[in-house]
């Protein structure tokens, strides 16, 4: 049998170090052994999914030193790789789901399941469709259809017993299908779930084992029915643990940058970002902590991962990058490195015309311009409190800006313009004092180049992190509060 897997993203956000993790072992798994590794982009969500973030996603992997044998950048004679290319295929098998009787159409209105949820969470029943369509009969089906009723579709599900599996790190799994809701395949305007066309693709592209993150566990029972009423060969599952912040939370980009974006905006070695990634529950036979891709490639055996929460640790990861700056990199190519980075002729022109209107001499550029290559900037507490408000106002100006700068799609001076305005607007706080911790927060100083054009020049990742640091220096928002000041921010808006 070929080896092959895959690594299917969604283009929803930033590309996330989970996915370079996860990527990182699929692809180390099949090439080990002679294998393909393919990758395959789920954008069946249309209403969150963005050919930019696709983009990122790709270019991230690239950059970390990853790569695919068919992908949609790359073909392949499986394709389309893009799910959004394939509708047609998902339609025809969902079909055939119902004439087999596997699969019924769902006439409920959104408003009838709204009543159904809220009912079963009054009640404390398990939440889940209660098989209202699963029986109707041929003639109130012909009639709904020909009245053009809306519909989607959706699996049958035993009610009864267990879904028993076996996970190569996990050994036997059982899950009891009263757990598993009857999940819509198809949705209203004909476009897939994940569910239904994530199995269609795996197995049509011939995925050999599908290795992906624990939170995957609960949705294997569906997968499985699925395989079993196509009467296809079941792939073999692997789940791999989730990567986790230093408090073993699940890793989140509230705790720790999760964005490989910021990790390059910082200036980590792709080589060492990601030799770390292969040290998330996995461990060389002699333990070593410092390898690259090819000798984790020759060593590698999957069996080596251990299910206790592998901890994304940045002063870890920093650590790493130190000893690969200075044990595989000569001064000419630590040079090279940093060019390539951020100390190049690209960086100066796009500071230049703000910088100019303030310089007198040369030198004066290191103090203007060096927040733009730092990491986080040296500033404390006192320096955001010297913009003069009361720390809760403070707390909730970085916050609000936080969420709304989360929001913008297109990171660009106007979208960064907009959003902090119409924070300080519905926070009624002149445009001014508003911005006055945000220059600090962003770039060290009140007297630099407007706070948007620096975010512009920073980027998304960066700006939002040092926002976020800021946030920490104050002392940090705790759960309690984060929830109150949640609930204001819906207000504003
Ligand atoms: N599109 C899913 C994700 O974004 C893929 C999950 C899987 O590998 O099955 O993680």
Redesign the pocket.
């Known amino acids: 049998m070929t080896i092959r897997t895959?690594?299917?993203?969604?283009p929803t956000g930033d590309p996330h170090v989970g996915?370079a993790y996860?990527a990182l072992f699929n692809m180390v798994f099949a090439r080990s052994q002679g294998g393909q590794f393919l990758l395959r982009i789920?954008d069946t969500d249309q209403t969150r999914s963005t050919p930019e973030s696709e983009q990122a996603i790709l270019d991230a992997l690239s950059w970390l030193g990853l790569n695919w044998d068919e992908g949609p950048d790359v073909g392949g004679d499986k394709g389309p790789y893009r799910q959004s290319e394939r509708s047609d295929i998902y339609a025809k098998y969902a079909n055939e789901l119902i004439e087999k009787g596997y699969a019924f159409r769902c006439f409920c209105t959104p408003k009838r399941l709204d009543e159904l949820r809220a009912t079963q969470m009054q009640e404390k029943k398990p939440l889940g469709y209660d098989g209202h369509c699963e029986n109707l009969s041929e003639d109130e089906i012909a009639e709904r259809l020909a009245n053009n009723e809306p519909y989607v579709v959706r699996m049958k599900v035993p009610r009864e017993g267990q879904c028993t599996f076996n996970d190569m790190l996990r050994g036997e799994i059982s899950i009891d299908w009263a757990q598993v809701d009857m999940q819509i395949l198809l949705k209203a305007d004909g476009m897939p779930t994940?569910h239904l066309a994530?199995v269609v693709d795996?197995h049509l592209m011939e995925i050999s084992h599908?290795i992906?993150?624990e939170e995957?566990i609960n949705?294997a029972p569906k997968h499985i029915l699925l395989y079993q009423y196509f009467g296809w060969e079941l792939p073999v599952f692997c789940h791999l643990p989730l990567l986790r912040n230093v408090d073993k939370s699940k890793l989140s980009k509230r705790k720790n940058p999760t964005s490989i974006l910021y990790y390059q905006r910082m200036g980590y070695l792709a080589e060492a970002l990601l030799n770390y990634l292969g040290r998330m529950g996995w461990s060389m036979p002699d333990e070593r902590e410092k390898f690259t891709l090819d000798e984790m490639m020759a060593e590698f055996d999957i069996q080596r991962v251990s299910l206790g929460g592998p901890v994304f640790d940045v002063e870890k990861l920093s650590w790493l990058n130190g000893l690969w700056i200075r044990e595989e990199l000569t001064d000419e190519q630590l040079a090279d490195r940093l060019h390539q980075w951020a100390l190049n002729r690209d960086t100066l022109l796009q500071f230049l015309p703000f910088a100019k209107q303030r310089m007198e001499t040369f030198s004066d550029i290191a103090p203007l311009g060096s927040y733009l290559v730092s990491g986080m900037l040296p500033i404390t507490a006192e320096d955001l409190q010297s913009a003069g408000m009361e720390d809760d106002q403070l707390l909730e100006v970085l916050q609000f800006a936080l969420w709304r700068l989360e929001a913008i799609q297109q990171w660009q001076r106007d979208n960064i313009f907009e959003a902090l305005k119409g924070t300080a607007d519905a926070m009624d706080i002149k445009l001014k004092p508003f911005l006055a911790p945000l220059f600090i927060a962003i770039a060290g100083s009140s007297s630099s180049i407007s706070v948007m054009d620096s975010m512009a020049l920073l980027g998304a990742d960066m700006s939002r992190a040092r926002l976020r640091f800021a946030i920490d220096l104050l002392g940090g928002i705790g759960k309690k509060k984060l929830k109150k000041m949640e609930k204001a921010y819906q207000q504003l808006n």
């Open positions: 895959r690594i299917a993203p969604s996915t996860v789920e994940y994530n795996d599908v992906r993150g995957w949705s």
